[in-house]
């Protein structure tokens, strides 16, 4: 997959996608970064990528010109068979999910806008996204950051860049429900001890429990997305039988 990351502050970038996953991923050449600076479009001499906005109000509004001519200039680089996406960041977009991470890693390409200051001239965002996306109701300094997460999530969904295929499967969210409880070495730790079925070696049993911890962690902490999700009728099941214990505690 190719990505390009269309920033004023391209170096942003450099920490977290030198380490781990991303890293690996770049190295396999199972992905690949560009960056482009919009003030490298710009054609006056102080190279100005924002100002005042029509109408008043405060701050400085990104103008439309070195980000139309910045686009057009990475587009150019994609051929005519080339799956692309182009995707602004912005707290007024569509709230990003797995979901949308699995989508998105069907694209061979993709295009990400990050804005600063008091946004992008509408201009951009009608003309140039294919679609706005937000990480969260909360407003960062810049798109930048989203941009990494959102990078990150689909790098997972990409064949060959997990070492296991079970991992990214297992991860939560995948399935519309947050993850099991896992545990590792040492089998006690300070009289913590870890859950006898994980280690009974019975792979039936276990896939239960993780099944029932899974639901009982979601139903707890975010019972919105099983409103979401599709569960079998064991899931539904297991369900009730978390909702009545939990009513009784």
Known sequence: MKINIISLFPEMFNGPFNHSIINRAIEKNIL???????????????????????????????????FFRAVAD?????????????????PSGKTFSQEKAKQLAKYDSLIFLCGHYEGFDNRIVDNLADEVISIGDYVLTGGELACMVIIDAVSR???????????????SFYNGILEYPQYTRPREYKNLSVPEILLSGDHGRIDNWRKKKALEITYKNRPDLLNKTTLSAEEHEMLKKIENDCTQN
């Open 157 to 171: 969904m990409l064949p060959d860049v997990l070492g296991s295929k079970e991992s990214a499967v297992t991860d």
């Open 74 to 90: 990475v587009k150019i680089n994609l051929s005519v068979e080339t799956t692309s996406r182009t995707i602004l960041l912005s």
């Open 32 to 66: 690949e970064l560009k960056f482009t600076n919009p003030r490298d479009y710009t054609y006056d001499k102080h190279h100005q990528v924002d100002d005042v906005p029509f109408g008043g109000g405060a701050g400085m509004v990104l103008k439309p010109e070195p």
